[in-house]
C-alpha cells in the first residue's frame, strides 16, 4: 500500500513570550537616540525587545536584546529578526541591565552574543544595583569578549557606531564624537522641535507684520502723492 508522504508543519516563531515587556524610558531613550542618529543610513537597522532568532527549526534558539544595531540590512519594517534570513548578525548590542537579569546579561545573553559574532556588547545598569561603573562594554576579540577600558569622563567608545557612550547625571547619553554634539533625548528633541515652530510662527508673524507696515507705508506715500500731485494742479 503506498504511503501518504506527510507534510511537515511550519515552524511557528512566536513574536512574543506573552509577558509584557518591561521597557523603560533609559533603553527607550537609547533606541530613539540611535534610530534618529542613523535614519539617513539605508543599510543600519536599529530596532529593540524584539525576538532575535538564531537557528532555523529550532524556536528556542532566540534572545530579546534591549537593543541592538544590524549594519548591512534594510530598514523595513520585522516582527521578528531571523538570522538565517537576513544573513547578517547585530553589530552592537545594549541591554538595559539589574540586579535580577545580571546572571543572564553577563552570562547566558553575553555568551550568545559572542557566538553570533556581535561586535560589541553594552551593560548599562541605570539604577547603579551592582555594576561598578554602571556602564560597561565589550569588543569581540578572536571570539571571545574583551572588556574596554573606561576613558575618563569621555566614557566608553563604540567603534563598530563611531559613537562616545556617556553617563551623565544618572543618564546614558550619546555623543557623536565628530560633532561633539549629544544626540537628543525624546524630550530634548520634541523641545527643540517645539522651539523650532515657535520660532518659525514668530518668524511668520514678524514678516506679515513687516509686509503690513510696508503695505501701509507705500500707501501713505501713494496718498501723499495724490495730495501733492491735486495741490500743484490747483496752483
Known sequence: MDTVPTVPKPIHYPET????????????DALIYLRDHF?????????????LYYEEGNPTACVAPDVFVVQGVGKHERRTYRLWEEGQPP??????????????????????????GVQE???????????????????????????LLSAG??????????????????????????????LLTPAELHAARRAEATARRAEATARQAAEVRAAAAEAEL??????????RGGI
Open 91 to 116: 553589530a552592537v548590542v545594549f541591554e538595559i541591565t539589574s540586579r535580577g537579569t545580571r546572571l543572564e546579561d553577563l552570562g547566558t545573553k553575553r555568551a550568545v552574543y559572542a557566538m553570533l
Open 153 to 182: 569622563e569621555e566614557g566608553l567608545t563604540s567603534q563598530v557606531l563611531g559613537l562616545e557612550l556617556r553617563v551623565e547625571a544618572g543618564h546614558l547619553r550619546v555623543v557623536d564624537p565628530a560633532t561633539g554634539e549629544r
Open 17 to 28: 513570550d506573552g509577558k509584557p515587556m518591561g521597557e523603560t524610558d533609559v533603553h527607550i
Open 121 to 147: 556588547y553594552f551593560v548599562y545598569d541605570p539604577l547603579g544595583e551592582y555594576l561598578r561603573p554602571p556602564l560597561q562594554g565589550y569588543r569581540l576579540h578572536k571570539g571571545e569578549y574583551q572588556r
Open 222 to 231: 501713494e496718498r501723499l502723492r495724490a495730495e501733492l500731485a491735486r495741490l
Open 39 to 51: 535614519r539617513d543610513a539605508p543599510q543600519v537597522y536599529v530596532a529593540g525587545n524584539m525576538f
